[in-house]
Every structure is written in C-alpha cells, then in structure tokens.
C-alpha cells in the first residue's frame, strides 16, 4: 500500500526534488507551495506525513503543525528550515512535529527520518494480542519502538520504573506480541512471598518435604513452561533465593524443594523493580551475576510525570474500563476536568491514575464528569500548588458562585504574597490590583505577612 506525503515549501527545487527522490521510494507525493494551499490539501485528504517548511509566503509553518496534531495526532509532521534554532527546534516538536531537519538537509538520511517515522505505532498506542499498552507522548516512542524487536528476541529483559507506571502490563505486552503468545504468562511478585515459601511457590516441592506439603506441587516455573515468567519487584529476592534462581536460569533446570529429580523448564524470563539494581549490586545487596543474567535487554518505563501527553488518552480508556466494570453508563469527562487531571503530579503514576477514575465513576451519578466530580483530594492538592480548576460547565447540583471566586481570589493572594515575602504593595502589584484593594480582601480572607 502506497504512504501518501505532502511536501510543503514554497521553494519549486525543493518540492520537485522530494516529490523525485520519494516517489521511486514508491511513495505517492503531493505538493503545497503555501500555508493556505497545505491547509486545503489537508483537510481534503488523508496524509501519512507531511514534509513542511516553518517560514512561508503567507504565514509559519509551525502553526500549520500545530493547528493539524491537534485535530489529527495521527498525522506526522517533519519540518525542515534554513534557520534552525536549538529553541525553534523544540518549539517544533513541543507543537507535534516528530522530528526537525535543518537546510540543507541529506537526501538519503531524510529518507531514513521519514521510514522511521512511519514505522512508529499510527496510534501513538502499541496494541499487542488483548492488551493496550498507551503510550502517545514523546517519552513513550524508545519504548514502543523497543517493543517488536524485544517480543522477537528470547533474552531475558529486565524493566525499570516507579511503582505504578505499569511494568507487569510491559511485560504482557512482550509476552502477547511474541511467538509464546499461546503459552501461559505466569506472574510472580517477589516482594509478597516470604523467604520461607518463595523456593516452595517458584520451584514446586513434593509431598511431605515440609509441614503442610500434603500434595505434591508444580511451582510457578513450570507452570510457565512454553510461555513467559514475569518476576516483578526482583529486586526484593534474598540473597539465598537469588543464587538459586540463577542456578535455575542458567541451566534451565529446577529442582522442587525436597525432590530428588530435575525438570527441565523452558521459560521466557522478564524481570522487573522500582530499585536502582546497579546500586543494589555495588551495596552489595544483589548479585552481580545475577544482574548481569537478568539484564540482557534493559526497558525503563517513564514516570506519568513524564509523559502528561498520554494523560487525556489514559483517562477516557479508563472512564470506559470503569463504567464496564462498575455496570454502569457510558460517561464522558469534559476537557476542563482532563486539564485538571493533566496539573496534577501523580506520585502513584498510571496505578493511581486508575484508581481516581474509577472512583470518580463510581461516585458521578450524571453523565458528564466535570472539575466538580473528581475527589476533593485532587482537587485539594491542585488549590495547594496553584493550579486551579477552570469551570466552563455548571455542575449539576450547581455553584455558590461567590464562594468558588472567594476560592480564587484567597489561594492567588496568599501566593502572592508568598512570593513578595509579606509584602502587600508588592503582592497587589503582581495580581493587577489597587494597594486598597488588596489590603481589603487580605483582611477579609485574614491574611498576615506570615501567610
């Protein structure tokens, strides 16, 4: 199937030599010499990528870049210019551009940008067997990139990342995407056994070996057998279970506890931790054998703080996830509730993510999700950094008007007065308001100097 470019220059050259070098490359190239002619090509058809110019006869490239990621995320934008700047680069690419090249540029190497380019996931969402892995945002694209070529291989993979950020649905992923996807995907948490069961539940044991073994049992490694064994929180296994689990690893055999005969197992290992493992290993907490047998690929999972861009599309996923599974009616969530969401730091990631909405869900009995139906400590914790809720939507139950703007007025002052150090003249300047006016609502709302 033949990918459709747009080239946008208002230089003849440069179109017809692009439209040369990539229609022998079999792709099918359209030509725009203007910000109002690339405009109507756009919203007349539908464009792998587009090849743009920032500075045009009528008007900045940029804003064409802009203005078409919002309304298409799924459209990518190369700009090129003969007047780059390490700021108009990054402008660009903050604006929805996957890459910027300066004039003049490599014809071969521009080819390879545009490949590359096209390769990536069309939905900035990595969908392997029945999971989704999403991902839109800059940070996310090593990852996602990694990810066929990581299902491909059978090196075992260790995965990095604060709690929360979602490491065992990684590993999923993986296992979904790769030629065990039949096979079971066997999870073990390190960090919830203890030290007494852990041999026990991941090498099996036989009957009798201990008190309590009344049956023989076939622990997690072979239950896994064909398919992919995922230890999460490894960084929590004893020193006396991890010289055994590399025993196990390297000869891909195990012995159950009390038995005298091996099994062979044949496993796909992923492994992951919140811990910094190399730390680990120079503290002299983690084997280094053991890091290095664990550690062949090595994937990290960007913190939610990091990836804000993927925010609006993990929420309205897991409105739908949590109206399914609550059984109730399909919700929407209004913008100005996502750009709250969007402020907010979340220590807990992706996990506490989840769980805001699904208790959000929970406790909205209208249709619309709104600012005013998120917890109050969202809410709470937004007013405290600053970051307060526009309301463009008149929550059902309705609005003491004067309160929310008394909320307002109250939470700006005390900044402002926090960052003129006490001082009133000062703090009135920086909100635009008279000195008596300032000192009026300051008594009002009694704020002191200390505030």
Same mark, same amino acid.
């Given at each position: 199937?033949?990918?459709?470019?747009?080239?946008?220059?208002?230089?003849? *050259?440069?179109?017809?030599?692009? +439209?040369?070098?990539?229609?022998?490359? @079999?792709?099918?190239?359209?030509?725009?010499?203007?910000?109002?002619?690339?405009?109507?090509?756009?919203?007349?058809? *539908?464009?792998?990528?587009?090849?743009?110019?920032?500075?045009?006869?009528?008007?900045?490239?940029?804003?064409?870049? +802009?203005?078409?990621?919002?309304?298409?995320?799924?459209?990518?934008?190369?700009?090129?210019?003969?007047?780059?700047?390490?700021?108009?680069?990054?402008?660009?690419? !903050?604006?929805?551009?996957?890459?910027?090249?300066?004039?003049?540029?490599?014809?071969?190497?521009?080819?390879?940008?545009?490949?590359?380019?096209?390769? +990536?996931?069309?939905?900035?969402?990595?969908?392997?067997?029945?999971?989704?892995?999403?991902?839109?945002?800059?940070?996310?694209?090593?990852?996602?990139?990694?990810?066929?070529?990581?299902?491909?291989?059978?090196?075992?993979?260790?995965?990095?990342?604060?709690?929360?950020?979602?490491? =065992?649905?990684?590993?999923?992923?993986?296992?979904?995407?790769?030629?065990?996807?039949?096979?079971?995907?066997?999870?073990?948490?390190?960090?919830?056994?203890?030290?007494?069961?852990?041999?026990?539940?991941?090498?099996?044991?036989?009957?009798?070996?201990?008190?309590?073994?009344?049956?023989?049992?076939?622990?997690?490694?072979?239950?896994?057998?064909?398919?992919?064994?995922?230890?999460?929180?490894?960084?929590?296994?004893?020193? @006396?279970?991890?010289?055994?689990?590399?025993?196990?690893?390297? /000869?891909?055999? %195990?012995?159950?506890?009390?038995? *005298?005969?091996?099994?062979?197992?044949?496993?796909?290992?992923? #492994?992951?931790? *919140?811990?910094?493992?190399?730390?680990?290993?120079?503290?002299?907490?983690?084997?280094?054998?053991?890091?290095? +047998? %664990?550690?062949?690929?090595?994937?990290?999972?960007?913190?939610?703080?990091? !990836?804000?861009?993927?925010?609006?599309?993990?929420?309205?996923?897991?409105? /739908?996830?949590?109206?399914?599974?609550?059984?109730?009616?399909?919700?929407?969530?209004?913008?100005?509730?996502?750009?709250?969401?969007?402020?907010?730091?979340?220590?807990?990631?992706?996990?506490?993510?989840?769980?805001?909405?699904?208790? #959000?869900?929970?406790?909205?009995?209208?249709?619309?999700?709104?600012?005013?139906?998120?917890?109050?400590?969202?809410?709470?914790? /937004?007013? /405290?950094?600053?970051?307060?809720?526009?309301?463009?939507?008149?929550?059902?139950?309705?609005?003491?008007? =004067?309160?929310?703007?008394?909320?307002?007025?109250?939470?700006?002052? !005390?900044?402002?007065?926090?960052?003129?150090?006490?001082?009133?003249?000062?703090?009135?300047?920086?909100?635009?308001?008279?000195? !008596?006016?300032?000192?009026?609502?300051?008594?009002?709302?009694?704020? #002191?100097?200390?505030?």
């Amino acid at each position: 199937m033949s990918r459709h470019l747009l080239v946008v220059d208002d230089e003849r *050259n440069i179109r017809e030599l692009l +439209r040369i070098v990539f229609e022998v490359e @079999g792709y099918t190239v359209t030509e725009a010499s203007s910000c109002a002619e690339a405009t109507r090509r756009l919203e007349q058809g *539908n464009f792998d990528l587009v090849i743009c110019d920032i500075f045009l006869p009528d008007g900045n490239g940029l804003d064409l870049v +802009r203005s078409f990621h919002a309304r298409d995320p799924d459209t990518h934008f190369v700009v090129i210019t003969a007047h780059s700047t390490p700021a108009r680069a990054l402008t660009a690419l !903050r604006d929805g551009a996957v890459e910027y090249v300066s004039k003049p540029f490599d014809v071969e190497e521009l080819k390879i940008i545009v490949e590359k380019q096209l390769k +990536r996931p069309a939905e900035g969402s990595l969908i392997a067997g029945s999971f989704d892995f999403i991902g839109r945002s800059r940070a996310m694209w090593p990852l996602l990139e990694q990810i066929p070529q990581v299902a491909r291989s059978e090196a075992t993979v260790l995965v990095t990342g604060d709690s929360g950020t979602g490491k =065992e649905l990684l590993a999923r992923a993986i296992h979904a995407a790769s030629a065990r996807s039949g096979q079971p995907f066997v999870p073990v948490n390190c960090g919830a056994l203890p030290e007494g069961l852990f041999e026990s539940e991941l090498f099996g044991h036989v009957r009798g070996s201990f008190t309590g073994a009344v049956s023989d049992k076939q622990g997690m490694m072979r239950e896994a057998h064909g398919g992919t064994l995922f230890l999460d929180e490894v960084g929590e296994l004893t020193p @006396g279970i991890q010289v055994k689990l590399l025993r196990a690893l390297q /000869e891909k055999k %195990i012995r159950p506890v009390g038995g *005298n005969r091996e099994f062979d197992v044949d496993v796909r290992v992923i #492994t992951a931790t *919140n811990k910094d493992l190399k730390k680990e290993v120079e503290d002299g907490k983690f084997r280094e054998d053991l890091y290095f +047998r %664990i550690n062949v690929i090595h994937l990290h999972v960007p913190p939610l703080r990091d !990836r804000v861009e993927d925010i609006p599309e993990l929420v309205r996923h897991f409105v /739908e996830k949590a109206c399914v599974r609550l059984g109730v009616e399909p919700k929407q969530i209004h913008r100005d509730a996502i750009a709250v969401l969007e402020n907010h730091s979340w220590p807990g990631n992706v996990r506490e993510l989840e769980n805001v909405i699904e208790r #959000t869900v929970a406790t909205e009995s209208s249709q619309l999700i709104t600012v005013s139906s998120l917890p109050p400590s969202i809410l709470d914790s /937004e007013l /405290e950094a600053g970051v307060l809720p526009g309301l463009s939507v008149l929550p059902e139950a309705g609005l003491d008007i =004067e309160a929310h703007v008394d909320t307002i007025r109250r939470d700006l002052m !005390r900044q402002a007065l926090q960052r003129a150090g006490g001082v009133q003249k000062e703090a009135a300047r920086m909100l635009r308001m008279t000195y !008596r006016a300032f000192r009026y609502h300051a008594e009002k709302y009694n704020l #002191t100097a200390e505030d």
